[in-house]
């Protein structure tokens, strides 16, 4: 199957490549770079998108849609109907589901929110922002600094990046924080507090006290 682009018959897209079925203008030609360019960013963002609107509208019932799992049978579906592996599918609707759209950056890449949908939503949006500030002023931080950045807590520079892990000084516990705080995301959107039992609650109350304690001792 082919996708015509911008009302045209001159040429075709297809998984195979370009195919110009009629001369160009230079100014038709290049008209193309911006819609490619689109396709190209967005194109995980989009097929996430469409992954979890159909799983959510058509694959689960009332009752599984509090479930944050997807069943196996839905994604033996959209194998079929985009020919996409089920690993990708399921990276493309984590990213999707994780990283609410109005977080999403156009100025970034998907890598770079892919990097962040573990997250809570407040961190992402920060790092996010970070990264698209350094961006505005020619400095761009790659996939492989921001993923370092967040585990160390701080936006790393660039040169800090290549050290090993034992020479950056003290050890950070924001990273720390913020797996607790995506733990306890993961744990509310499941529904823990609304079905715990009170001997379960007591349990994990007893679990975090020594981060009670670290708070009380500063």
């Not at 589901?97 to 949006?125: G, M, T």
């Not at 034992?166 to 950070?172: A, F, K, T």
């Amino acid at each position: 199957m082919s996708i015509a682009l911008a009302d045209t018959r001159k040429f075709t897209i297809s998984r195979t490549g370009l195919e110009v079925h009629d001369h160009l203008s230079f100014e038709e030609w290049s008209s193309l770079a911006p819609l490619l360019n689109e396709a190209a960013r967005g194109v995980a963002f989009v097929i996430g998108d469409w992954l979890i609107y159909g799983f959510d509208r058509f694959g689960r019932s009332e009752a599984q849609k509090a479930a944050t799992r997807v069943r196996s049978e839905d994604y033996e579906s959209a194998i079929q109907l985009t020919g996409l592996d089920r690993a990708t599918l399921q990276t493309y609707a984590h990213v999707s589901r994780k990283v609410p759209s109005l977080l999403r950056n156009k100025d970034l890449s998907w890598e770079h929110h892919k990097i962040v949908a573990k997250l809570p939503h407040p961190d992402q949006e920060r790092w996010l922002q970070e990264a698209a500030r350094n961006l505005a002023k020619g400095h761009p931080v790659s996939t492989r600094r921001l993923r370092r950045s967040i585990s160390a807590g701080r936006l790393l520079e660039s040169d800090e990046v290549d050290l090993p892990e034992s020479d950056r000084g003290i050890e950070n516990h924001i990273p720390f924080v913020n797996r607790l705080s995506a733990w306890w995301s993961r744990m509310q959107e499941q529904g823990w507090q609304n079905e715990a039992t009170d001997e379960q609650r007591a349990a994990l109350k007893r679990d975090l006290q020594p981060i009670v304690s670290i708070y009380n001792e500063l």
